[in-house]
């Protein structure tokens, strides 16, 4: 049990220390296609750490928020290529 | 309960966590916007989808939603990349490349013409 | 004759892949559930079929899945072994890159296994696809190892490649 505990803090830890990686580029991103990709990133991670505390707290219904999640997160990517192209 | 699908499921989200790690610093790290692509947004797409699996492991009553995750996330995120990817060099933003190879190059200059 | 019953296979085909993504995602056998996929999906597929694919139930010839599973098992290798070389490169103090564009032409004809193809050289990190023209693949490459074009392709493209044919151009 108590390996478990660790185990969850430590993933959670290197998850976190990702994202404020992902967010000093988002901040410092030269350009907007810069700060669309940090935020690509940033949403794969949410995702993951979603399922991931699913798995923690027991609870199912987390994944079809983090599925949700990824769907929306898709469409906002794609929306703003379209616009970069052009295309809006 | 501990049983050989745990001890897997704890490999696979530590190794998971780790890609998702290198992903961010790899955003953090590359020179420009292309390669923060390539490095970024793949390395934490792999980890993504090995910590998911890795919850399958650990939650087997979880996993046929899980898969159906890992396969959206492995279907649309070459999608989304190649979206960005092509979008930015339309909107003139050229390549950082030490040996000045180029060859999309052509393909928007002979573009720029026919308009 | 031949066309009507093989848009019949293709309306079959989207309608079962559609229904077993809904049971798999509601995961309830509550008749309310059953019926509503039943229908939904059915419409969807109905309207979306010449869309949704080319192959219809041809794709489940026993040759084929052999091959998809020889694809399968060649394109996990190499994504794990790429995202290794692109973990090694982020971690160097020195970051090695050495980036560029580079095109080779690809050798299939249908559009699928372009497709196929190039979201399988985007999926292993170290290539990109930027743009897909006729049957020109232009890729970003993060590490370049080779100039000429025969080169490029036997480096990015000629393990997928291989096996595509076989499952798409015969």
């Given amino acids: ?88 | 309960m501990e049983t050989i699908f745990t001890y897997l499921g704890y490999f696979f989200v530590a190794l998971g966590a780790i890609f998702l790690f290198l992903g961010a610093l790899g955003i953090y790290r590359m020179p420009d916007l292309y390669t923060r692509v390539q490095a970024g947004t793949k390395a934490s797409t792999l980890g993504a989808m090995s910590l998911i699996l890795g919850v399958a492991f650990l939650e087997p009553d979880w996993w046929i939603k899980l898969l159906i995750m890992i396969l959206f996330i492995a279907f649309s995120n070459p999608l989304s990349s190649h979206a960005i990817a092509r979008g930015s060099y339309k909107h003139n933003l050229k390549p950082f490349s030490k040996e000045q190879v180029d060859a999309y190059e052509e393909v928007e200059e002979s573009k720029e013409e026919q308009k | 004759m031949k066309k009507k019953t093989q848009k019949w296979g293709r309306f079959l085909y989207t309608w079962l892949i559609l229904m077993i993504v809904w049971y798999a995602y509601t995961v309830s056998l509550a008749p309310a559930e059953l019926i509503t996929g039943f229908v939904v999906t059915g419409l969807i597929a109905a309207f979306n079929f010449a869309s949704f694919t080319h192959y219809g139930f041809s794709l489940f010839h026993p040759r084929r899945i052999y091959y998809i599973f020889q694809f399968s098992i060649v394109f996990l290798v190499a994504l794990v072994k790429s995202n290794i070389q692109v973990a090694k490169i982020v971690l160097h103090p020195k970051l090695p890159v050495n980036p560029g564009i580079v095109k080779f032409k690809s050798s299939l004809k249908s559009d699928f296994a372009k497709m196929v193809l190039a979201n399988t050289i985007t999926l292993t990190p170290g290539t990109l696809t930027v743009d897909l023209i006729d049957d020109e693949f232009y890729i970003h490459w993060l590490n370049m190892t080779s100039h000429d074009e025969a080169g490029i392709y036997q480096d990015i493209a000629a393990d997928f490649e291989k096996i595509l044919i076989k499952i798409f151009d015969k």
């Avoid at chain 1, 290197?14 to 967010?23: D, K, P, R, T, V």
């Avoid at chain 1, 410092?28 to 940033?42: C, E, H, M």
């Fill in chain 1, 1 to 88: 049990m108590l390996f478990e505990d660790y185990f969850n803090l430590v993933i959670m830890a290197i998850i976190s220390l990702a994202f404020l990686l992902g967010m000093v580029r988002f901040i410092k991103g030269p350009t907007a296609s810069d700060r669309v990709v940090a935020l690509d990133t940033i949403s794969t991670l949410a995702i993951a750490a979603m399922v991931y505390m699913a798995h923690i707290y027991g609870r199912f219904i987390y994944v079809d928020v983090s599925l949700v999640y990824a769907v929306l997160g898709f469409i906002g990517v794609l929306a703003f290529a379209r616009y970069l192209e052009g295309g809006i």
